[in-house]
């Protein structure tokens, strides 16, 4: 069963930082595109970053560059996005997710990715 685990999240004040963590238990991420997507409150779930399965390559949202990165530890088999300068329109919950095996894949497309975490939340107040 493929697992995505994410945590880190929480409340913290507009500017400041947080570092979300998803754990892959059971299975090798540099096999796969990673994705971290987003979800507000009334909105659709919306592209964040992604990485490359050979971890090459990175890719944002327009809304984050320069103020998020993803990165990727294989021998921990754990992705993870740094978020700095918060902004209270960063808040909403954060899911990463998987795509399929060594495929390149449109990574700003919800169903491009196979298989999700269940999220978690981040607020960011003014």
């Known amino acids: 069963q493929v697992q995505l685990v994410e945590s880190g999240g929480g409340l913290v004040q507009a500017g400041g930082s947080l570092r979300l963590s998803c754990a892959t238990p059971g299975w090798d991420i540099s096999s796969y595109y990673m994705g971290w997507f987003r979800q507000a409150p009334g909105k659709e779930r919306e592209f964040v970053t992604a990485?490359?399965?050979?971890?090459?390559?990175?890719y944002y949202a327009d809304s984050v560059k320069g103020r998020f990165t993803i990165s990727r530890d294989t021998a921990k088999n754990a992705v993870y996005l740094q978020m700095n300068n918060l902004k209270p329109e960063d808040t909403a919950v954060y899911s990463c997710?998987?795509?399929?095996?060594?495929?390149?894949?449109?990574?700003?497309?919800?169903?491009?990715?196979?298989?999700w975490g269940q999220g978690t939340q981040v607020t960011v107040s003014s």
């Open positions: 997710a998987r795509g399929p095996y060594r495929r390149q894949i449109q990574f700003r497309r919800r169903d491009e990715y196979d298989y």
């Open positions: 990485i490359t399965w050979s971890g090459g390559k990175t």
